[in-house]
């Protein structure tokens, strides 16, 4: 765990030396919730499309973050060195991978205040419930979008493939994200229908995260 936390270390301070991907995500966020809450009606609550709205948002932000996981290493040959030092390869990748986890989670905290202005919602009502669906969800996005930052770091056009390969893959993880975040939004809170969704992304992170350590060291040698 000591070089999984240098990892996740190194790529923070990364970040917040240059700030480029943060800044883009949350910028593009913000301009997003803003032309939506133009367009959309939001004389009421947001209880019905709220959840849908809220979590594309946070997909394509999550992408102008993963997509720099592996890119940033290019410069200098750094990707090389990485994956020729004694440094595990499940190392090197859970360690991006909570770094982008704590990149995302930054974004959505500044997303979330926001969406609840500008389309009435009210997420004080089921704190630890949006908590844990964000987690679970972000993290499954983490994962997968990592995982094919490595694919896809040494491709000309990986600005334009990364996010063509991860949204089909994302497709589970949204649903149920979009699906928990309704429910809470419309004040009835995870009711016995809701269960099969906390358990699909349970079960999804478990499942991508194991075969993700499993396959990262075949990834980076190809």
């Not at 939004?185 to 099969?196: E, P």
């Not at 079960?203 to 190809?222: E, K, P, R």
Request: overall charge negative; proline content about 3%; charged content about 15%.
């Amino acid at each position: 765990m000591r070089h999984v936390l240098t990892i996740a270390w190194k790529d923070l301070r990364s970040e917040l030396r240059t700030k480029e991907s943060i800044n883009a995500a949350a910028a593009f966020s913000m301009v997003i919730l803003v032309l939506f809450s133009f367009v959309l009606d939001i004389s009421g609550d947001a209880r019905e499309f709220g959840g849908g709205l809220l979590w594309l948002v946070f997909a394509f932000a999550g992408a102008l973050v993963l997509n720099r996981s592996f890119a940033r290493e290019q410069s200098n040959d750094c990707l090389d060195a990485l994956v020729a030092s004694p440094l595990p390869g499940w190392a090197l990748f859970l360690g991006k991978a909570l770094a982008n986890f704590a990149l995302l989670a930054v974004v959505e905290l500044i997303a979330l205040p926001v969406f609840g202005i500008l389309f009435n919602a009210d997420w004080l009502r089921f704190p630890g419930w949006i908590a844990l669906t964000c987690a679970l969800a972000t993290w499954g996005m983490t994962v997968i979008g990592t995982m094919f930052s490595a694919l896809t770091v040494n491709l000309r056009l990986r600005e334009l493939m990364l996010p063509v390969l991860v949204y089909p893959m994302l497709i589970p993880v949204l649903m149920a994200a979009m699906q928990l975040t309704s429910a809470l939004l419309s004040g009835t809170g995870i009711t016995g229908d809701d269960w099969v969704w906390v358990k699909l992304l349970i079960g999804f992170d478990i499942i991508f995260t194991s075969l993700s350590l499993a396959l990262i060291d075949v990834i980076l040698v190809n």
